[in-house]
């Protein structure tokens, strides 16, 4: 009740893909292939010279696609109160606002190692887990923070609960790498002001592109480092062993899906042959088999209706 109330008054981000109706992993994956898509067929001239070696000529290349991904560290569990007060303060609805205040004020906790009990701790932070109003707060909380990467032209931010991925539109590396650093700045100065932390052991980049020989699409000397909280960021390229992974789902660098389908495939053939020594060709009984359950079952009761009928 209290969060249909919640959602009757308030509406989550538009890029928020979690706990949504209509919204969900599948709807995040066909986003970001939808913007890697649009870069891709929009292009931008490039003078390069001739092979003659005398002038040079214009030529078109497709705009290339930045992705970082970053996850928070506990983020469900280190939301401020007192900044999720603030937000709560701008819901129309006083009934609202002070139910969801005093479901979150005024909480305790302690620990317990067998039959001893360590002493009461308020909890200051955090959001109640397993609480159907949780992951709403968190993505009450994180609204700002989507407004704010969202406004840098040519970046596009989504989130999945606490997964966030960031798409940067760029001409060459040393367009986008940029942008997308500052982009991280300002990401990890809201999160330091905010009280969440960025996870550096679960921070990955993507450099989508159709291109294998262009020279721009590298950076084999480092000079365009992606860095965020003071760690640089491997930048997956074309002919990289590894490949990202976002929301489970393998990505390579030209975002095709070959790595991932490949797998899938994999795994139901392995499936198959699984059910296969436990099941025939056909589904039901053996053509055999349906006939002595016939003879066995059917002809006893035909004989007995027969005698029946001809007393």
Not at 121 to 131: A, E, I, N, T
Not at 215 to 227: A, H, K, N, Q, T
Request: proline share 5%.
């Amino acid at each position: 009740m209290v969060l249909k109330r919640l959602l009757w008054v308030w509406t989550p981000h538009p890029h928020q893909y979690a706990h949504r109706s209509v919204r969900n992993t599948t709807m995040r994956l066909a986003h970001l292939i939808h913007e890697v898509e649009h870069n891709r067929n929009h292009y931008f001239q490039v003078s390069l010279p001739k092979k003659s070696g005398i002038g040079n000529q214009l030529r078109y290349r497709p705009h290339r696609t930045l992705l970082v991904l970053v996850d928070f560290s506990k983020a469900f569990d280190s939301i401020d109160h007192r900044v999720l007060s603030r937000l709560l303060a701008n819901i129309p609805g006083v009934n609202c606002r002070g139910w969801l205040r005093n479901f979150l004020c005024g909480r305790y906790a302690k620990t317990r190692v067998g039959h001893r009990h360590g002493d009461r701790r308020p909890m200051l932070r955090g959001v109640p887990q397993g609480s159907v109003l949780g992951p709403y707060l968190f993505s009450l909380y994180v609204d700002p923070l989507l407004n704010l990467l969202n406004s840098f032209a040519g970046v596009t931010a989504d989130m999945y609960a606490d997964d966030l991925s960031i798409i940067v539109k760029g001409q060459s590396r040393e367009d986008a790498i940029p942008t997308a650093n500052m982009v991280l700045q300002k990401l990890h100065a809201w999160s330091q002001e905010n009280g969440l932390a960025i996870n550096p052991s679960k921070r990955e980049a993507a450099w989508f592109t159709l291109s294998t020989h262009t020279e721009s699409d590298y950076d084999r000397e480092g000079r365009w480092p992606l860095v965020v909280a003071g760690c640089q960021i491997p930048v997956m390229t074309m002919g990289a062993s590894r490949t990202k992974k976002l929301l489970g789902m393998d990505l390579d660098p030209r975002l095709t899906l070959n790595v991932a389908a490949t797998k899938q495939c994999a795994a139901t053939s392995q499936r198959i042959s699984q059910l296969r020594c436990i099941a025939h060709k056909e589904a039901g009984p053996s053509p055999h088999d349906l006939r002595t359950s016939v003879i066995g079952y059917g002809a006893p009761n035909y004989a007995m209706a027969a005698s029946s009928y001809g007393q």
